[in-house]
């Protein structure tokens, strides 16, 4: 599939309809981009540059200048812990420590299944609800350990029953 | 009080539009589209609006400098809330946000914007796309699109998500970000205000999300009304974010001039486990950290205020630290966010950020020197007032006011370095040549 | 300048243009040279670097009055702004003060400095640009004396990046500034370049395919203020402070590109010297401070192993020997005697002014005036000379109310600096029409872009008459109209000539500077073929009806003409002049003469803009080879002709005396330089790059007869028969930069980068014939060799169509516009 699917078109459209020229519509293609690679993969870089009438080499450079585009293959989840100070004053840095340890990966790291991919990030304006973090864009807030044991136990099962 | 801001938690449905529209929403816009353009500026202007943003520059000011000749005029929506302890923005938008779209409209009016785009922190994917919904119940409503209420005026609202960059705040940044370019600042002159400094070009308004929703009641009450909050340099209703060492960590909304002891002990319950505070960082990672002295715990939190006490209000993120804080670990923790959010565009900020870091790192590590801490405080001086934007300053603050006022922090690094045995030597790099 | 303004600079006042960038104005007119790494005076500031901040202040004035506020001492008084200010960043208006020597203002370069030097490597013992490096410079000059970083704190990169066949990017080196990025997109067009990541992560990268491919990518390396770009060619090659620089003019397009020649004595060339590298010249009326890449890589041939070395003499045996000149120019001298006055010359364009009058003489003098200019492919030169662009054009000056029409020509690939130079007069406002029958380069830069008919380019500039489009013309403070010769024959290219110059008498856009006709001419020199006297009519009359004696100068026919083995065959004796040992060389010639390259002797060219521009001997010469001109006028020596001319400028001096349009022309004018803007190449290479000042002369523009106020009547446009094609395609031979000419073929770092030979068939015409992109087709051409090339169907071709481009094999493309078959072929 590309995004030349139909499945992209009306959003591709919506996307264009926003600005008044083509290159504006750069960053939602990359999340399109990313949503149908995985990731920000050579093609889908191709195909943004194609559609925004930009040169790749543009496009590249956006999708290297933010961190919400990921230019690397990475896992089904993707969890991005803020330790950044506020959350670390509420113990963000002790949750993302026990969180690598239990998945077995270290900082960047995704786990042998393919599952879990891990890394902190700078502050997600949500320090009251701390330790918290991103999953594919989704928040997860007041966090501990036990919590995301029972999530990540449930994901794996999940995962299990899918292969079956 | 009742809340003018975050008023979802006195009517917890007044995010759905037709719980806001029976609670006045929209009738403000209406009110609005019955004056002169000018005329809503110049209400504004006298409201004594400051920008919430963090710069507080006078809001009505800010929409007077767009220059009417123009044809084509925008309006941005400054929704990046990337700050370090600071989300206020995102309770609004998640609660109240019609008022938000209302206070944009408004704005668009006044300036005669043809369109509005609210810029979005990436990492606020799933409220983006809530706030297109209440945007097209807002339309649907015909307070968006052609002819607006019959007045001929047309406008679109737009949400457009970033994608993770702090800088994307500042607001040419913003613009260039918008545009699909490089999120780096733009050099200024021109303004975003002025032709060739906006939005593809064009004039533009760029204004913090708290500063637009106090819009509708500022037109609802009248600037006389608004001004009665708060104090006389400091109007209006202000949110502070609380997080860090308190008992309920959350956003407070208070009218400015309540002091930081009343916020942090009488509303956020103080420290717990009855620890003592510390230090308070009162505008985020980048403004001045304070020593949590009475002096200061008694200081109104206004703009003019905590300017005499050597900090600043900016966007009024308040991270509260306890005693068993190191001030050495903020700095570096602070230095490492800066230096992981630098744009790179600009030499002091790039390098400079880069270089604290790796200091700090050996200071963190336990091979702190005397002449380390000098080092550091001297390269943060030296990327104060040179750069392209405020995010060098900003990485500098921590740094310099954490040396100032914590020095005792940083010299136990030293003395505990000095008790272990000598390090390895360390090379000191040739100079250019 | 009209409008100017006061500012104060270390408290005197100078009075500069109002609009002017502060730090250009500081260095013009207060010669203060503010240090800067990003900022460069050919592209827009961005204030990045920081290099440049001064203290900077306004004159108070009176709000009510008016009147400026004096202090105490009855000064000014000057309200300064609290922060030091970049500069470059900053337009001069009136009352504006800086100071750039205090002690603040110090320190913040200082500071600069020592951050950018925290993450660059110290190489400078192994860089290519050490010796010539601002930022080395700068750091001498107001660089911390030691570094506060610890040496394990410092970046590891990767120090050896391609960005593409040519470039090569040292990551540890970039400093960030923006430089190659922006020259990329604002300069030429094409934004192949781009930062990465961010932060202090920030990186090059280039993400095209295939990457960092432009004409103009050598100049990043000129205007890089470090040595993080070198190019494929220099890279590790020499130190600068060895090299010896000689002023040249690029041989390779009517441009005339000023150049400087690098060179040193090379111990892998014999301890003899050899040319490192070539780096432009400035001259802003030509090519500011740029040059292409065929330019900057193109000089190998000059030590091709290609060169012919001795003079040769074909023996009756049929072989060729090698022989002392005084021998072959006997044996020459013989074959004149008995022609009987039955002589012809043909003449290519990378001949010199000097060498073309000694050809001329020659022939003169042994009574014939068949003077054939090669390749006869355009007739604009006569008109040129008639409407050309006014005396004083600066194509840097068109903008905003001007026009610029381009026809019949892929400007990019026969002409790219002035393709570059025309973006930029787009890009500064000017109304760009491009007319052609094919999709070119130039047409993303256009304003319009008009597609006629193959063929049909003198019916589409008439049907402009009277159409919205035709009022930007007429109406046009200036319009310089560019024709070429794509899709024409020789009369039609003349047609097309004539109806641009007729438009322009129309409009009344001749005879003024910036105004007029620019003809895009083959070779470097093919003005100065036709202000001497070689006409490619008489090169076609030559073709036609062949002498007895031919001298064949400087031309390859054989890889220019596929008919040429079979009227050459026709030529009792061919007298050869060649910088190679060609085929035409080895095959048909019964004297060889080998001649210098333009490196390697004195001598001028002639310019599409017929600016007379003068060469340096920069290298010795290979062998036995002499300059054409001595060659040819001891030759005329030996027949009684008068004595041989002692020197390239002695020769100048005589084509002075006979040719009017060189009046006054003499080596010594062609040397003057006067003072240009922006001022590069000085010690201060931070500001404009390592581009060279101009040392050898800016040369002397010859006149055109409308400029001397002659009244020039309406050209007569006979519209010329498009080729009928009864079924058949029509054959368009067109021009690619990079291609196989003897002349560039050495240049081996540009190899991968010379198309295979290909022709361009429309869609349609392809599925008629079964063809696919990529197919090898054969092309069958009347009177020619077969030609096997891969077919290329990407809609670059219009129906009926099929472009071959020139010299891509050694099987030639035809000379004009023809007809011909296409057919699939095997392999
Ligand atoms: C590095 C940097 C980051 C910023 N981030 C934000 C932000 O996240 N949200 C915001 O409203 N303003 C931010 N600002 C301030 C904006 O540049 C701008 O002043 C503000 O949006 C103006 O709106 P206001 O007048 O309503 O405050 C930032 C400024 C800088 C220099
Ligand atoms: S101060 Fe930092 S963030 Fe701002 S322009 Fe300079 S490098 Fe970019
Ligand atoms: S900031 Fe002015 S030269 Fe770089």
Request: aromatic fraction near 8%; charge should be negative; glycine fraction near 8%.
């Amino acid at each position: 599939m590309t995004l030349s699917d139909k499945k992209y078109a009306q959003r591709i459209q919506a996307a264009f309809a926003k600005y008044p020229d083509k290159r504006s519509a750069v960053m939602p293609l990359l999340y399109l981009a990313q949503e149908e690679y995985g990731w920000v993969s050579p093609e889908g870089i191709q195909e943004v540059a194609a559609l925004c009438d930009m040169d790749p080499t543009q496009v590249q450079s956006i999708a290297g200048f933010y961190t919400m585009y990921s230019e690397k293959p990475k896992g089904k989840y993707w969890l991005q812990v803020c330790t950044d100070l506020a959350c670390a004053l509420r113990g963000a840095d002790e949750f993302y420590e026990q969180l690598k340890a239990e998945l077995g990966v270290d900082d960047g790291g995704t786990t042998e299944d393919g599952l879990f991919t891990v890394e902190h990030v700078m502050c997600l304006a949500a320090c009251d609800k701390a330790p918290m973090l991103q999953c594919n864009f989704h928040f997860m807030e007041n966090l501990d350990m036990d919590k995301m044991r029972a999530w990540i136990a449930e994901k794996r099962a999940e995962a299990a029953k899918a292969k079956k | 009080m009742t809340h003018i801001l975050l008023r979802g938690r006195d009517i917890p449905d007044i995010w759905k539009f037709d719980v806001y529209v029976k609670n006045g929403g929209y009738e403000a816009f209406k009110k609005a589209l019955g004056m002169e353009p000018k005329a809503v500026i110049d209400e504004v202007k006298a409201s004594n609006l400051r920008g919430r943003g963090g710069a507080g520059f006078p809001t009505g000011l800010k929409w007077s400098f767009i220059p009417q000749s123009e044809p084509v005029k925008y309006v941005a929506v400054n929704a990046d809330e990337s700050e370090t302890g600071t989300f206020k923005d995102r309770e609004i938008m998640e609660t109240n946000p019609h008022q938000l779209i209302e206070g944009a409209l408004i704005c668009a009016w006044a300036i005669q914007a043809k369109a509005v785009y609210i810029y979005l922190r990436g990492e606020f994917w799933d409220l983006a796309h809530e706030l297109d919904k209440r945007i097209e119940e807002a339309r649907q409503a015909g307070f968006i699109g052609q002819d607006i209420q019959g007045t001929g005026w047309s406008c679109e609202v737009y949400t457009h998500l970033g994608a993770g960059a702090y800088i994307c705040g500042e607001e040419s940044a913003l613009l260039n970000s918008l545009e699909g370019k490089l999120g780096q600042p733009r050099v200024r002159p021109p303004f975003p205000a002025q032709k060739g400094g906006g939005l593809y070009g064009e004039p533009t308004v760029v204004n913090n999300v708290e500063t637009l929703t106090n819009v509708p009641w500022i037109i609802a009450n009248g600037a006389d009304a608004y001004k009665k909050i708060g104090t006389e340099q400091s109007a209006g209703p202000k949110i502070f974010c609380v997080s860090g060492h308190v008992v309920k960590p959350g956003n407070y909304e208070l009218p400015l001039g309540i002091t930081l002891r009343e916020l942090l002990y009488d509303h956020a319950g103080g420290v717990p486990d009855g620890k003592a505070m510390k230090a308070i960082l009162p505008s985020g990672g980048s403004g001045p950290i304070i020593p949590a002295t009475n002096a200061v715990l008694d200081t109104p939190l206004t703009y003019e205020d905590l300017g005499k006490i050597g900090s600043i209000l900016g966007s009024a993120s308040i991270i509260v630290m306890d005693e068993t804080v190191d001030i050495t670990w903020v700095a570096a923790k602070v230095t490492k966010f800066f230096k992981h959010e630098s744009c790179g565009k600009c030499t002091p900020c790039r390098e400079g950020t880069y270089w604290l870091d790796k200091v700090l790192d050996r200071i963190m590590a336990g091979q702190a020197r005397l002449s380390d801490i000098e080092l550091i405080d001297n390269i943060a001086k030296n990327m104060q007032g040179v750069t392209l934007c405020a995010l060098g300053d900003f990485a500098a603050n921590p740094i310099i006011y954490t040396i100032k006022n914590f020095r005792d922090d940083f010299m136990q690094h030293v003395q505990k370095a000095e008790a272990k045995p000598a390090p390895k030597t360390r090379q000191a790099a040739p100079a250019g040549d | 300048m009209t409008n100017t303004v006061k500012i104060i600079i270390n408290d005197q006042t100078y009075e500069v243009p109002a609009g002017m960038n502060l730090v250009d104005a500081a260095k013009w007119y207060a010669d203060d040279d503010i240090p800067v790494f990003c900022y460069h005076p050919k592209m827009e500031p961005v204030g990045m670097c920081r290099m440049c901040l001064v203290e900077m202040g306004t004159i108070e004035k009176d709000r009510a009055t008016g009147q400026v506020v004096l202090d105490e001492n009855g000064q000014p008084k000057v309200r300064w702004m609290p922060k030091l200010q970049t500069a470059c960043t900053t337009t001069v208006s009136d009352g504006l003060v800086i100071r750039t020597q205090t002690q603040q203002v110090e320190d913040a370069r200082q500071n600069v400095v020592e951050f950018l030097l925290t993450s660059h490597p110290l190489d400078c013992p192994i860089c290519d640009k050490g010796g010539e490096c601002p930022l080395q410079n700068l750091t001498m000059a107001h660089g911390p004396g030691v570094s506060r970083m610890e040496f394990s704190d410092k970046m590891r990169l990767d120090k050896h990046v391609p960005l593409g066949d040519l470039i090569f990017l040292d990551e540890e080196r970039c400093i960030q500034c923006a430089r190659c990025v922006r020259f990329q997109d604002e300069v030429v067009g094409d934004d192949v370049l781009a930062f990465h990541e961010r932060g202090r992560s920030l990186q090059i990268i280039t993400n095209s395919e295939p990457g960092f491919d432009t004409y103009f990518s050598g100049n990043t390396t000129d205007i890089c203020p470090v040595g993080a770009l070198t190019t494929a060619d220099f890279r590790f090659g020499a130190r600068p402070w060895e090299l010896t620089e000689v002023p040249s003019i690029c041989p390779h397009c009517p441009v005339g590109c000023n150049i400087s020649l690098s060179t040193r004595l090379d111990r892998d060339f014999g301890g003899k010297t050899l040319i490192k590298r070539v780096m432009p010249r400035q001259n802003e009326m030509v090519n500011e401070i740029w040059i292409c890449d065929k330019g900057r890589f193109g000089h190998h041939f000059s030590r091709s192993e290609d060169r012919l070395e001795d003079p040769l003499v074909r023996e009756r045996s049929g072989s060729l020997f090698a022989k002392p000149w005084a021998d072959a120019l006997a044996a020459a001298a013989e074959a004149f005697k008995a022609a009987g006055g039955d002589v012809a010359a043909i003449a290519g364009s990378g001949m010199s002014n000097e060498d073309l009058w000694a050809l001329r003489q020659l022939v003169a003098g042994l009574g014939s005036r068949r003077l054939g200019a090669w390749p006869p492919t355009h007739a604009g030169a006569e008109v040129a000379a008639q409407v050309g662009v006014g005396a004083g054009t600066n194509l840097g000056q068109l903008g905003r109310g001007d026009a610029v029409l381009v026809i019949a020509s892929d400007l990019e690939e026969e002409a790219p600096i002035w393709r570059l130079r025309l973006k930029q007069a787009a890009d500064r406002g000017a109304f760009l029409l491009v007319m052609n029958a094919r999709p070119t380069r130039m047409d993303d830069f256009a304003a319009q872009t008009i597609h006629y008919e193959t063929g049909a380019a003198v019916q589409a500039l008439q049907a402009l008459k009277d159409t919205d489009t035709w009022k930007h013309l007429a109406e046009a403070r200036n319009l310089v109209i560019v024709a070429g010769a794509e899709g024409l024959s020789l009369d039609g290219s003349r047609a097309l000539a004539g109806a641009a110059a007729n438009i322009l008498l129309e409009t009344g856009h001749v005879g003024k500077a910036n105004s007029g006709l620019l003809a895009v001419l083959p070779g470097a020199n093919a003005m100065g073929l036709h202000y001497l006297g070689f006409t490619p009519e008489a090169a076609m009359d030559i073709m036609q009806n062949p002498p007895k004696v031919l001298i064949v100068a400087q031309a390859d026919l054989l890889l220019d003409d596929p008919a040429a083995a079979e009227w050459l065959a026709k030529v009792e004796t061919i007298i050869s002049l060649d910088l190679f040992a060609s085929e035409l060389t080895q095959r048909f010639a019964a004297v060889a003469l080998p001649i210098q390259s333009f490196a390697e002797r004195d001598g001028s060219y002639v310019n599409g803009e017929r600016r007379v521009q003068r060469f340096y001997t920069a290298q010795g010469p290979m062998g036995q080879a002499l300059p054409a001109w001595q060659a040819l006028s001891r030759l005329g020596e030996q027949l009684g002709q008068g004595r041989a001319k002692l020197s390239a400028a002695a020769v100048m001096v005589e084509i002075a005396q006979n040719v009017p349009a060189f009046a006054g022309v003499s080596f010594k004018e062609l040397a003057k330089v006067e003072r240009q803007y922006p001022e590069v190449g000085g010690k201060d290479l931070y500001y404009g790059g390592t581009a060279y000042r101009n040392r050898g002369g800016l040369g002397m523009q010859i006149p055109t007869a409308a400029d001397q106020g002659q009244t020039i009547p309406p050209f007569d446009v006979t519209t010329v028969e498009t080729p009928k094609t009864r079924g058949k395609l029509v054959i368009v031979p067109s021009v690619r930069l990079y291609n196989r000419e003897r002349t560039f073929r050495p240049s081996t770092p540009v190899h991968a980068r010379v198309p295979e030979a290909y022709a361009e068939i429309n869609s349609a015409d392809a599925k008629k014939l079964g063809v696919q992109d990529g197919d090898t087709v054969e092309i069958t051409i009347q009177n020619a060799p077969a030609l096997r090339v891969r077919a290329h169907v990407n809609g670059g071709a219009p129906k009926g169509t099929v472009i071959v481009p020139r010299h891509l094999s050694d099987t030639a493309a035809p000379l004009a516009v023809t007809v011909g078959e296409v057919s699939k072929a095997e392999g």
